[in-house]
């Protein structure tokens, strides 16, 4: 008889023989037991996980001679075909090469007729997910309601891809990886079953290879059994899988948690030396870091995924370096995961990112440098630099300095090439006036102090005048009203306030016709003592002087603008007036 592999041989023929899907397992069987069974089921999960071989049994027991039974018998004539793959009754397609519409309608036309000889007509689509939507459209009639004698069983690696149409009318079974534990000890049954002498460290290192699959894990102690005539040796299994000596993870995870860097160039030759795959040596090394880090956090050596010799190792490593140090050093290393992965010089990208690493125990924690430490270790830490001696102080000056009125701190300080700054102008003081303007001022001068505390020509002064009372409350409501009534002259009248506007003052003229400004200019009048009355009045601008100063005494540039307002005045007049909104 031709020789048969090893993931054949071995495939599960009960719900027994389900390694590692005890749910699964519990709801089948139940369901049969009460005789819920649905019109339609989902295996869901990675390759190899036993969903094929789940629908396969699944079959037997809804077809068996003594059943329906939880347990099929695997001796009856269903049983036996069903195992074979020849029973009519069970039709097990590959929904990759039968995806075509035409394909899947005539598959529902023939389902419409009941089973041949057993007692269900199950119907087995494995890699349902490679169907194409219009043969995903085609099912969905038959699958939601269909004849009693039918049962769908939708098996598939990517769930994503199924149509939620297809989801909603099927039950869903998630298919989880089968965990290594539980794949070493399956491959020992298989190994003592078939004689083949292997180490348990062997099928440790096997059982993290299959990633959690049990038909890789089993496909590759085939190999290694073909390799090693019947006995696999550890040197062997390392070498055939492309795994690493966990010795080699030791000496570099302590060289990377010391910061040795020769140590990890070491580590990378000797990686190329053999011809180690840079991609798979960084992804073993990660999972190895990571056992640490879970054995900082208290984890036994019995749950590691180690020979017991090794674990002790890892867990002494693990307690020096400490959690929070394995925590920054696995981070670090995963981040550089995507560059290794990508990198076309695969060995280069590997060296940097341990290298990298081993610059990590060089650093110090942020907590430590906020209560005093060193920001840095004693070797590598620079020494500090000898302090240079300050210039010499010229001397000389310093009397001048003191004799200037400076302050002796500012004396001492020596001369810089900065200039100081100058101080700020201040717009709060009248403009210079030519000699000619000082011996005749104008009544229209802006006081250089706030209008209503300075007196003004033709208005009594003092504190008790009621013009100057006004003018303060006008300033305390609006700054820019009471600057132009200062151009203004103001009188009190049988006990009235006049306010005489001169004609040529366009500014002052347009306030006043403003019904907003003189609503404040009555309410400034109304809280004048108990209130006094007031009005305003237009007058004509006292006339120039007849005699003109000689036109040689000054230049023409010097002659004064009389009817020009001070800047601040003019500022004040385009901010506040420019935006009020004319009456209505």
């Not at 810089?416 to 700054?421: D, Q």
């Not at 006043?512 to 009045?537: E, F, H």
Request: net charge negative; charged share 25%; glycine share 6%.
């Amino acid at each position: 008889m031709a020789y048969q592999v090893l993931a054949r041989k071995c495939r599960p023929q009960d719900f027994a023989g389900l390694i590692g899907q005890e749910p699964i397992v519990t709801a089948l069987r139940n369901a049969i037991t009460d005789g819920r069974i649905a019109q339609a089921y989902l295996f869901a999960g990675i390759r190899g996980v036993g969903k094929t071989s789940a629908a396969r049994i699944l079959a037997k027991a809804l077809n068996c001679e003594q059943g329906p039974t939880p347990e099929p018998c695997n001796a009856c004539r269903s049983c036996t075909e069903i195992t074979r793959g020849g029973d009519m009754d069970v039709i097990e397609v590959d929904a990759a090469t039968y995806s075509k519409v035409e394909q899947v309608r005539e598959l529902t036309e023939s389902l419409k007729y009941g089973p041949a000889k057993d007692r269900y007509k199950v119907v087995i689509l494995d890699e349902v997910h490679r169907l194409s939507r219009q043969a995903f459209d085609a099912l969905l009639k038959i699958i939601e309601e269909p004849p009693p004698h039918l049962v769908f069983i939708f098996a598939t690696t990517e769930m994503e891809a199924v149509p939620a149409t297809i989801l909603s009318r099927c039950q869903e079974l998630i298919f989880r990886r089968v965990p290594v534990a539980v794949l070493a000890r399956y491959l020992g049954t298989i190994c003592a079953a078939e004689g083949i002498e292997v180490s348990e460290s062997t099928l440790r290192l096997v059982a993290r290879a299959g990633e959690g699959s049990v038909r890789d894990s089993v496909a590759l102690l085939d190999q290694l059994a073909t390799f090693g005539g019947g006995a696999i040796a550890d040197d062997q299994a390392g070498r055939l899988l492309g795994g690493l000596d966990t010795a080699l993870f030791e000496s570099l995870l302590q060289a990377i948690l010391a910061g040795d860097g020769a140590g990890v160039l070491a580590t990378v030759a000797r990686l190329e030396e053999e011809g180690r795959d840079p991609r798979q040596a960084f992804a073993q090394f990660l999972v190895y870091c990571r056992e640490a880090l879970h054995v900082s956090l208290g984890a036994s050596a019995e749950q590691l995924d180690l020979p017991r010799e090794e674990a002790a190792t890892l867990t002494e490593i693990a307690r020096q370096a400490g959690y929070e140090n394995l925590l920054r050093l696995v981070h670090g290393l995963l981040a550089s995961e995507a560059t290794i992965r990508r990198s076309e010089v695969g060995s280069l990208a590997l060296e940097i990112a341990w290298l990298r690493a081993a610059e990590l125990p060089k650093l110090t924690a942020v907590e430590k440098i906020l209560q005093g430490a060193p920001s840095g270790p004693p070797a590598a830490r620079p020494a500090p630099a000898p302090p240079t001696k300050p210039a010499a102080r010229p001397t000389a000056p310093a009397p001048a300095k003191a004799s200037s009125g400076e302050s002796p701190a500012r004396a001492e300080k020596p001369s810089s090439p900065i200039p100081e700054p100058s101080p700020p102008p201040d717009f709060s003081a009248p403009p210079p006036s030519p000699p000619e303007r000082r011996e005749r001022p104008s009544e229209n001068t802006t006081p250089s102090v706030a209008p209503a505390a300075a007196p003004r020509k033709g208005t009594p002064g003092g504190t008790g005048d009621p013009s100057a009372a006004f003018l303060e409350e006008v300033s305390q409501r609006k700054v820019p009203l009471a600057v132009h009534l200062a151009r203004a002259r103001l009188e009190m009248h049988d006990g009235e306030l006049v306010i005489h506007v001169p004609d040529q003052d366009a500014n002052l003229l347009n306030a006043m016709q403003r019904k907003s400004n003189r609503d404040v200019l009555a309410q400034a009048a109304a809280a004048v003592g108990s209130g006094i009355p007031w009005r305003w009045t237009q007058e004509a601008s006292p006339e120039k002087p007849a005699a003109a100063p000689p036109k040689s005494s000054a230049k023409k540039r010097n002659v004064p603008r009389q009817e020009e307002p001070h800047p601040t005045q003019q500022l004040l007049t385009t901010l506040f007036d420019g935006a009020e909104e004319p009456d209505a």
